[in-house]
């Protein structure tokens, strides 16, 4: 008994440890967003690379997945609104449930799927070859040269790919409102209009920038966890995709509390 409370009284202040030691390097790596040295040559190119990683080799697999879930959910959401006579509220439903709910977490998903666990296996790789240790006997900042140019990629890209998805799945929305209700296009899009607000969009690009930092900065934060050791790597790269997920599901839940206060 008393090793069991041991044992959970160890794993709460790893835990616990852990926690802040990420929530402090996001704040070192935030205040370095602003820092003019961030953004030189080097590390716009390495951005630029990151960003044609994220959001450019992913768009077909993207556009994919998009319109197939386009057509389920607007199929369904439709039908399910025709059966209950509110078909005044489809605007609502397309803007409140498709726009500011299902398109970032669908996208952060694919992109935690593809790109956070790429970042978390690279940065382990270069910690355990050592990498990392040459960067910094060349007085090259790790920050600002390989951390901040990929937390960037990921806050613009999910910025992009969650308007790309909206937007795909908007227009499939566009005709099966006109088979199932007959509406037209004029009609269809003053009723997106009409049911979204500008807060709602203010919070919909803080949630997707947030999306963003975190799903690209706890990889590298976990991924500094490995040890020299090659087993080590995919050690780190579970545990990151572990937490990941987890700290999508808090700003998913967070976001949603503070839309409905």
């Known amino acids: 008994m008393i090793k069991a409370i041991g044992n959970i009284g160890r794993a709460a202040m790893h835990t616990t440890s852990s926690l802040f030691g990420t929530l402090a390097f996001a704040v070192r790596v935030f205040l370095n967003l602003f820092d003019r040295r961030t953004y030189n040559s080097a590390s716009r190119m390495v ?14 697999l ?15 959401a439709f039908q399910v609104v025709k059966s209950l006579g509110l078909t005044d509220y489809q605007g609502w439903l397309l ?16 992109i935690a799927l593809r790109s956070s666990s790429a970042i978390n296996a690279e940065i382990a790789v270069m910690k355990v ?17 390989l951390f901040i140019p990929r937390i960037l990629s990921g806050m613009l890209s999910m910025i992009l790919l969650t308007g790309l998805f909206a937007l795909v799945v908007l227009s499939i929305g566009v005709l099966v409102s006109n088979i199932v209700f007959g ?33 690209t900065l706890i990889p590298i934060r976990l991924g500094l966890n490995a040890s020299q050791e090659l087993t080590s790597i995919p050690v780190a790269v579970s545990n990151g995709m572990v937490t990941v997920f987890l700290a999508i599901i808090t700003i998913e839940v967070l976001s949603s509390i503070i839309r409905f206060i």
Do not use: W
């Open 183 to 215: 509406t037209s296009v004029d009609a269809y899009t003053d009723a997106l209009l009409y049911s979204i607000t500008f807060p709602d969009i203010i919070i919909l690009l803080i949630k997707c920038a947030t999306f963003g930092f975190f799903i």
């Open 129 to 145: 070859n050592r990498e990392l240790n040459t960067f910094e006997s060349f007085r090259i900042d790790l920050i600002h040269y």
């Open 62 to 76: 993207f556009i994919f997945v998009a319109v197939i879930f386009g057509c389920l959910i607007s199929g369904m």
């Open 47 to 60: 951005f630029i690379h990151q960003i044609y990683f994220t959001s450019v080799q992913i768009l077909p």
């Open 95 to 110: 803007t409140g449930f498709v726009v500011m709910e299902l398109s970032p977490f669908l996208t952060v998903l694919l």
